[in-house]
């Protein structure tokens, strides 16, 4: 008997398989979801925070002489492990109560009575369900140090998020369907887009930490060529499929970047090719959003727009 390929695209699909969605798609969200809050504020049990960090035992960056209320949370450990990739929290904060709160618009797609909105929620459900779970996941391994698993880990998110992206973007032709600009917003952003450009960001920023890329001249040499990778990755989405979501997500989270290292290191330029890559990306993707402002021969190809009944 063949095993069953979760992944694999279906013209039709249960009505077992969308119970099966419904529980899990919830009950995933809810695993990354409250571990989320949980370790803003709380400590893993088997840390014992007055004891120096595993990968700062000088406690270099977290002496005797300073108390750090949140250390091995999830800003905790962003406190204790400063680098050039390191976002500002307010803007992660935001980014990710809009994500939870997307994905629950994304969640109740699978309960309306219209088979179109169903059929594209199921598709992305499998890598949806994934990724909340390689999220908590790698909270989990963040909060307790485990830099190098949890490299693993985003590397994994991001491979199954982009194979996501391209399984389900097809080229725009005169007889496909195109759905609704608030279907985009409501599936496509929450599952598709907003996870793969966290998940890029992510893998710099533990990575950074990974290799303790802290106040060495070499290592922000690097991290300085190594910014400039935000512009392909975002041109790749903007320009070849038309995916403005991908790039007002990219020029958020950059900003959030450029304001976080802008506040640790003025006198840097990491802050200021933030700011700059920002501004690229956003410029260039205001023309994407808004159709009118570019040849209406250039049509918008972001995935799952495509999905047919």
Request: charged fraction near 10%; glycine fraction near 6%.
């Amino acid at each position: 008997m063949a095993l069953y390929n979760p992944f694999a695209r279906r013209q039709e699909i249960s009505s077992a398989n969308i119970l099966a969605y419904r529980i899990l798609t919830i009950s995933s969200w809810i695993v990354s979801v409250i571990p989320s809050f949980y370790y803003l504020h709380h400590i893993p049990g088997h840390v014992d925070s007055t004891k120096p960090h595993p990968h700062d035992p000088d406690n270099i960056h977290n002496p005797p002489h300073i108390h750090h209320p949140r250390q091995n949370t999830l800003f905790g450990q962003s406190y204790a492990h400063p680098t050039p990739f390191t976002i500002s929290h307010v803007f992660v904060a935001i980014y990710w109560i809009s994500l939870f709160l997307g994905q629950i618009g994304y969640v109740w797609h699978l309960f309306v009575s219209n088979d179109v909105w169903v059929k594209a929620a199921c598709a992305v459900g499998p890598h949806f369900i994934l990724f909340n779970l390689l999220h908590f996941l790698h909270i989990t391994l963040w909060t307790r140090g485990q830099f190098v698993l949890g490299e693993i880990v985003l590397i994994i998110n991001f491979l199954q998020l982009t194979a996501l992206y391209f399984r389900h973007s097809l080229p725009r032709t005169a007889d496909s369907q195109i759905l609704s600009l608030s279907k985009v917003k409501s599936i496509h952003l929450p599952a598709v887009a907003m996870p793969l450009v966290w998940t890029y960001f992510a893998l710099f920023w533990n990575g950074a930490v990974m290799v303790r890329c802290h106040d060495a001249l070499v290592c922000r040499i690097l991290a300085n060529v190594a910014v400039w990778g935000i512009v392909p990755f975002a041109g790749t989405f903007v320009f070849g499929y038309g995916d403005w979501s991908v790039g007002f997500a990219t020029a958020f989270l950059t900003a959030g970047l450029g304001v976080g290292q802008f506040f640790m290191r003025i006198f840097a330029l990491q802050w200021i090719f933030a700011f700059t890559i920002m501004g690229l990306v956003f410029l260039a993707t205001l023309p994407v959003a808004y159709p009118g402002a570019r040849s209406a021969a250039v049509g918008e190809r972001a995935p799952l727009l495509h999905e047919e009944a």
